[in-house]
């Protein structure tokens, strides 16, 4: 298990490092392959042994080595939490292949989905179409009896946040509706978890946006529910299950 756990890290640390660029690059239409890292202030491409994940951004006192200029802390914070996802998705999952794997790749896709809302407003289709692919192409070559409930799941959640989106245009984006869908592509009936969860967390936002700017303004504040579901998703893929189970046993 150790040796499972530390190698899902190393993975996420290394991909975390790529994630970066997807979510720097992409937006903007961008190659993800040239120019290779550069300096944003200088230009200065980033030599090899600079761009070793975290390690180099603290032996570099955070700031490029050419032009001394401050490198933003979400890059190592982006790195180390990729770690962490795939760490525990490996330890969570250690005796469940499918689960596992299936667990690990959402998390890379959200990563970057989540970064880029954020940033952006958007949720792209360069990310959310592969990722659908992704999900299918996977849960039938590891468990395909699994398939119909994720598939099911998929077009069960993508269509609950569809209603919601047409109920209330300027609501909930199409980005948004797909990300659901792919969330039960990956998740199965987990994904009633995911939903929950970023439901809850995007009332307790709003909430406290109101709270500070007032009713008015606050409704006129656009939160990106990207990020909320993203979290949903991470916290369905390591208890997402247990939590089912436990509602069944309780109120079933």
Known sequence: ???????????????GSFLNVVAARLPKGMSLVTPGSHCPGCGIEVRPQDN????????????????????????????AGTAALLGAAAAVHVDDTPQLVLGA??????VPMALIDADHRIIPNKLTAPAAVVAIA??????PAGEP???????????????AALARPGGMGMGDV???GVLGLFLGG??????MTALVLGTLVGAIVIARVGAEAGRKTAVPFGPFLAVGGVVAVLVGDPLISAYLGTFA
């Open 1 to 15: 298990m150790i040796a499972i756990v530390s190698f899902s890290a190393l993975v996420g640390l290394l991909v």
């Open 52 to 79: 070793i994940p975290v390690l180099s951004w603290l032996l570099l006192g955070r700031r490029c080595r050419g032009c001394r200029q401050p490198i933003s802390a979400r890059y190592p914070l982006v790195e």
């Open 105 to 110: 790749v959402l998390a890379l896709f959200l």
């Open 138 to 143: 996977l849960g039938l070559a590891l468990d």
């Open 149 to 163: 409930e994720r598939l099911i799941a998929g077009l069960a959640a993508g269509g609950l946040f569809l209603l």
């Open 178 to 180: 797909k990300l659901a």
């Open 190 to 195: 987990a994904v009633a978890v995911a939903l």
